[in-house]
């Protein structure tokens, strides 16, 4: 199912084969929270632009249109024309971030739907549940993200809490994947490590949730507010705790020197909304950092947004024309400018497993950060 194909230093290079086909590691996930990415895109734009694994939201998917539908519509492949894999996170984030009146106990969650203020319960059985009726290729374990704030007694009681409701996803799945009328009767099923910034936590929540021994394992509760360093600090600590023959996902990260220095501690996935938000707001991400196409100083510049990127967008359109739809809001430069800061992770996971298949990914990783940080002013 996963197998490393070259280290250098921490750093993996790998492949995940799954029931949708095999992910080359590290990757990163393209994010469709509601089945479909913000910007226009569509899947058939994704595959263009390399694309390997789209990323979509179980909390988000169940308010609207609701699972029962897409399980009616045949999962969620078939209801987005996608043949490629899909991970699901669990809702938990959501849940935490988005319900403004909510109440956690041993069962679950009770939330008001932040669409239409109906009430929600959402536990481990209710979350396999719906992500089963989605049908993804990757589900993720129902979890607490705590503040990373919190105190430290409180996120210890919710990872111990985590750690029984992981049992409870496990039992859940391995009864779903036995019905015939199940839509992927080969659902995998990741669990995730929590402990907020406290070493111990995560060390002992990591070494727990190892000996469940699941296709692979998640590190949650990560750039929630802490600074960079502390980040690495934690992934420091916890992948090393996590199985070395299983791909470790770090969930919602990040920036393009996140992704660098995260894969230099051996992490294999990742998630960020970052290039499509970004992207509708008018920042381009670059081999010499971000630009705000909405600036002035590129109003006639009839260069593409980075020269030599391959993307489709900076082999036909100019900067100038770009700037020209944003600031007319034509949903057009808004597609463009997603597209292109899709293009630009794609590529650069491209160009990450090159260099650790080639034994030079720590050189890479210094020139390319070295770019991020001194290029803009070239741009």
């Excluded at 994704?46 to 990323?55: A, D, H, M, P, R």
Aim: hydrophobic share 35%.
């Amino acid at each position: 199912m996963y197998k490393i194909i070259a280290k250098d230093g921490r750093a993996k290079r790998g492949e995940f084969t799954t029931v949708h086909g095999t992910v080359q590691t590290p990757v990163f996930m393209n994010v469709g929270t509601a089945a479909a990415i913000k910007g226009a895109v569509s899947t058939e734009d994704l595959k263009v632009i390399g694309t390997q694994i789209e990323l979509s939201n179980t909390y988000h998917l169940h308010v609207r249109p609701g699972d029962e539908v897409i399980k009616k519509m045949g999962g969620l492949h078939r209801f987005m024309n996608w043949d490629r894999p899909i991970l699901t996170d669990s809702g938990g984030f959501q849940v935490f971030s988005l319900a403004k009146l909510r109440k956690i106990k041993e069962e679950g969650v009770s939330f008001n739907s932040h669409i239409d203020g109906r009430k929600i319960f959402m536990g481990p059985e209710e979350s396999i549940q719906i992500q089963s009726n989605l049908g993804s290729t990757i589900a993720m374990a129902f979890d607490e993200c705590p503040s990373s704030v919190a105190e430290k007694e409180y996120i210890k009681n919710s990872v111990d809490r985590t750690t029984r409701w992981l049992e409870r996803c496990i039992k859940k799945m391995n009864e779903l994947n036995a019905l015939d009328d199940t839509v992927n009767k080969n659902q995998l099923l990741f669990g995730i490590n929590q402990g907020g910034i406290y070493e111990d936590i995560r060390i002992e929540h990591a070494r727990r949730i190892r000996e469940f021994d699941l296709p692979g394992y998640a590190i949650g509760g990560l750039a929630v507010g802490e600074e960079h360093s502390e980040m690495y600090r934690v992934l420091d600590a916890v992948v090393p705790e996590l199985p070395s023959d299983k791909p470790v996902y770090l969930m919602g990260v990040g920036t393009p020197e996140n992704i660098l220095e995260a894969v230099d501690r051996g992490v294999d996935f990742f998630d960020c909304v970052y290039p499509s938000r970004n992207g509708r707001h008018g920042h381009a991400y670059t081999s010499f950092g971000k630009i705000n196409l909405l600036n002035a100083r590129f109003e006639t510049d009839d260069r593409p947004i980075e020269e030599g990127c391959g993307c489709p967008v900076c082999r036909n359109h100019s900067r100038a024309y770009i700037r020209h739809l944003l600031k007319a809001g034509e949903m057009l430069g808004m597609r463009f400018m997603v597209t292109h800061n899709l293009y630009f992770y794609n590529n650069l996971m491209t160009e990450i497993r090159q260099a650790i298949e080639e034994g030079r990914f720590s050189e890479y990783k210094k020139e390319k950060i070295k770019g991020f940080r001194e290029g803009e002013q070239s741009l």
